[in-house]
């Protein structure tokens, strides 16, 4: 819970990247990111075979630890807000380019430890511009970058491959939110009127 300066992380980020689908008829996809967490040893039976509709998928040729994640990380004190903390992020551990983005943010904040640790997390969702996006990025030690389709990050959630409380399953929990406030009516003005939500255009810079 330190960084390398030696202080406290107090509080991070996670972001449901959504790619624009090419015509109307594409669905949109979520990116996604593999990162290597040793502490994954201590549950050598947590499912590592990613069902895709293209076939399977072994997360274990990233790498022993691999966990299927969204964009996200501890917020950088020096980050004047947690929107530029946020976007920060996914550009750095996605390959994004330089593009316009609506964001959906959840204003507050969830405390995924709050019984054992001060830690406080921000979500978000990103609606992008611009699909491209790289593979793998040298981020973090080498970061492999998935693009997901609604019913695969459904169906891995519920095999137990997508299974990181605060990087994966809280973070589409409030995508559901996001997608059910566009849906009913009244829903969205509701949620920012209660100052839970907040919806704006910001500039993804890599």
């Not at 509701?190 to 500039?203: F, L, P, T």
Request: charged share 25%; hydrophobic share 40%.
């Amino acid at each position: 819970l330190l960084d390398s300066k030696g202080q406290w992380i107090f509080q991070g980020t996670n972001v449901v990247p959504v790619l624009p689908g090419v015509s109307s008829m594409m669905e949109e996809r979520f990116l996604m990111v593999v990162k290597q967490r040793p502490s994954l040893n201590r549950y050598p039976n947590v499912p590592s075979i990613l069902k895709l509709d293209e076939g399977e998928l072994d997360l274990r040729a990233f790498g022993p630890h691999s966990s299927l994640e969204f964009p996200g990380s501890a917020v950088d004190p020096e980050d004047k807000t947690i929107t530029i903390g946020a976007l920060r992020e996914l550009g750095q551990e996605t390959g994004l380019q330089r593009q316009p983005v609506t964001i959906y943010k959840r204003m507050r904040p969830i405390y995924p430890f709050g019984s054992d640790l001060a830690l406080r997390m921000f979500f978000s969702v990103v609606f992008l511009t611009d699909g491209r996006f790289a593979e793998k990025v040298e981020n973090d030690g080498g970061l492999h970058v998935l693009a997901l389709t609604r019913e695969e990050v459904e169906c891995n959630i519920e095999n137990g491959v997508i299974a990181s409380g605060q990087a994966a399953l809280l973070g589409w929990a409030f995508y559901k939110e996001v997608i059910f406030a566009g849906i009913v009516p009244d829903e969205k003005a509701r949620m920012i009127e209660n100052g839970y939500i907040a919806v704006e255009q910001a500039m993804l810079v890599p």
